[in-house]
């Protein structure tokens, strides 16, 4: 059950499309809502390569633990009413802002996301820029070390009051895909319609399209079924069928090879994660 979904709050990262993504999902399954904002600890904010003398290192601490203090209650501030403002343009919802929680962690971020992913139902993270992410993105980090479905959120929401009724699954019969539709089945059953949209190119590696209809059928999902021939990459031409569609959502299995190989001579999840304009959620 879609009941507990994390929002990892990192500094200098946009956070309404996440915000937004969140209080459609929890006003829809009635999930609550962490937010967990990744608090530098006191001793990045010291000088690095530098002796420093113990006494003026101790006082330099404590004023770098009262500004980080200060920043905290400030973010905090700005952040609860920037999210009653959007559950009020989602046309309000009772319980939103009740299921809504604020967490403080200190460290790196991506400790925090694997600390505190690893017990949520969803995580939700901002589409990486591809012109800034470097290294280890909030992104990676959610899909690589949690073990979790991980929504990637688009930089422009659509109609949010449509999230989740026209899912879309990107199916290839792998490991990753089977899982990525194994813990999204609660979102699945309260769709309005699912498409499975295949490859006729593929080789489905384990499960074909038709254990899978089985498998959805017991669960009561009833599904339509896209074989397309690609035309192309096969990313470009699962993001134009979810866009035919019309379909508010899609669910795939990640990276079935490493990312450095797909971000380095490109693979259908790199490119989805670089193009997609539409919400994804991605398991690994």
Same mark, same amino acid.
């Given at each position: 059950?879609?009941?507990?979904?994390? !929002?990892?709050?990192?500094? /200098?990262?946009?956070?309404?499309?996440?915000?937004?993504?969140?209080?459609?999902?929890?006003? *829809?399954?009635?999930?609550?809502?962490?937010?967990?904002?990744?608090?530098?600890?006191?001793?990045?904010?010291?000088?690095?390569?530098?002796?420093?003398?113990?006494?003026?290192?101790? *006082?330099?601490?404590?004023?770098?633990?009262?500004?980080?203090?200060?920043?905290?209650?400030?973010?905090?501030?700005?952040?609860?009413? @920037?999210?009653?403002?959007? !559950?009020? *343009?989602?046309?309000?919802?009772?319980?939103?802002?009740?299921?809504?929680?604020?967490?403080?962690?200190?460290?790196?971020? /991506?400790?925090?996301?694997?600390?505190?992913?690893?017990?949520?139902?969803?995580?939700? !993270?901002?589409?990486?820029?591809?012109?800034?992410?470097?290294?280890?993105?909030?992104?990676?980090?959610?899909?690589?070390?949690?073990?979790?479905?991980?929504?990637?959120?688009?930089?422009?929401?659509?109609?949010?009051?449509?999230?989740?009724?026209?899912?879309?699954?990107?199916? /290839?019969?792998?490991?990753?895909?089977?899982?990525? !539709?194994?813990?999204?089945?609660?979102?699945?059953?309260?769709?309005?319609?699912?498409?499975? @949209?295949?490859?006729?190119? &593929?080789?489905?590696?384990?499960?074909?399209?038709?254990?899978?209809?089985?498998?959805?059928?017991?669960?009561?999902?009833?599904?339509?079924?896209?074989?397309? &021939?690609?035309?192309?990459?096969?990313?470009?031409?699962?993001?134009?069928?979810?866009?035919?569609?019309?379909?508010?959502?899609?669910?795939?299995?990640?990276?079935?090879?490493?990312?450095?190989?797909?971000?380095?001579?490109?693979? /259908?999840?790199? *490119?989805?994660?670089?193009?997609?304009? @539409?919400?994804?959620?991605?398991?690994?």
């Amino acid at each position: 059950m879609l009941k507990k979904i994390l !929002v990892p709050v990192i500094d /200098n990262l946009p956070l309404e499309q996440q915000m937004e993504h969140a209080a459609a999902l929890s006003k *829809r399954f009635e999930a609550h809502i962490e937010f967990a904002h990744c608090r530098p600890a006191p001793e990045d904010f010291l000088p690095h390569g530098l002796p420093v003398p113990d006494f003026l290192r101790k *006082r330099l601490l404590a004023q770098a633990e009262d500004y980080a203090d200060y920043q905290e209650d400030d973010l905090k501030r700005r952040q609860e009413h @920037l999210f009653q403002e959007i !559950v009020e *343009r989602l046309g309000g919802a009772a319980g939103v802002v009740e299921r809504s929680s604020w967490r403080e962690f200190q460290g790196r971020p /991506n400790h925090t996301i694997r600390e505190r992913g690893r017990l949520a139902d969803l995580i939700l !993270v901002a589409k990486p820029s591809r012109d800034i992410a470097v290294g280890t993105t909030p992104l990676l980090s959610a899909i690589f070390d949690t073990g979790r479905p991980v929504l990637m959120c688009p930089e422009k929401s659509g109609d949010l009051t449509a999230l989740g009724r026209k899912v879309c699954i990107a199916w /290839n019969g792998s490991l990753h895909a089977a899982r990525a !539709v194994a813990m999204t089945l609660d979102i699945l059953q309260q769709a309005d319609e699912v498409t499975v @949209l295949t490859a006729r190119t &593929e080789e489905a590696h384990g499960a074909s399209a038709e254990d899978l209809e089985a498998y959805l059928a017991l669960r009561g999902i009833e599904a339509r079924f896209d074989r397309f &021939e690609p035309e192309g990459r096969v990313g470009d031409a699962l993001m134009k069928r979810q866009d035919a569609l019309g379909a508010s959502l899609m669910i795939m299995g990640a990276y079935s090879v490493s990312h450095e190989r797909e971000a380095i001579f490109g693979g /259908n999840t790199q *490119r989805i994660v670089d193009k997609s304009k @539409l919400p994804v959620i991605f398991v690994h």
